[in-house]
């Protein structure tokens, strides 16, 4: 099976705002402040920008021709001013978890996007934090780890150098 990260384009707008409803509601288990909206389902602030500033990008996992998850990153000014990119999220449908397509996304996105880095988990976030530090565990990666709060919620941070 063949792994490629594939930028969205506004047209995929609305394949992204539907992912991203699966998302955070996966999310939900871990943070009591999301809220599912009248409508019946998630909605992600913002999620227009990443078609309106070239700082913001989001990027699709595909397996084969099938959307498996998606990524969206940030640059400066939108992260820490000693980091260059910031993968803000990252999801992999439940359909390809657990089979190692996560593990090779990430890793495929890092040598694609070289730089210093700035990745976050909430800290209830455990199967979170196990799979970034698997990730940079498994590929040998020397990472700083700090507790932060980050408007009011507990948060994880990892900082690193490609």
Not at 70 to 91: A, H, R, T, V
Request: charged share 30%; aromatic share 16%; proline share 4%.
């Amino acid at each position: 099976m063949e792994l490629k990260i594939v930028k969205v384009t506004e047209s995929g707008s609305e394949i992204l705002r539907n992912l991203m409803s699966l998302y955070l509601h996966d999310m939900s288990e871990f943070a009591d402040f999301l809220k599912l909206n009248p409508d019946g389902s998630y909605k992600y602030q913002n999620l227009h920008f990443y078609w309106e500033k070239d700082e913001l990008s989001a990027f699709f996992i595909k397996i084969d021709s099938e959307i498996a998850g998606f990524i969206l990153s940030n640059k400066p000014p939108f992260i820490p001013d000693d980091c260059e990119i910031s993968i803000q999220e990252f999801f992999i449908l439940k359909k390809f978890r657990g089979k190692g397509f996560g593990m090779k996304a990430a890793t495929e996105f890092f040598e694609r996007f070289p730089g210093k880095y700035f990745i976050a988990q909430l800290e209830s976030n455990k199967p979170a934090i196990e799979f970034w530090r698997s990730v940079y565990n498994r590929i040998g990666l020397d990472y700083e780890e700090r507790e932060e709060i980050d408007s009011g919620i507990k948060i994880l941070t990892q900082r690193f150098a490609l």
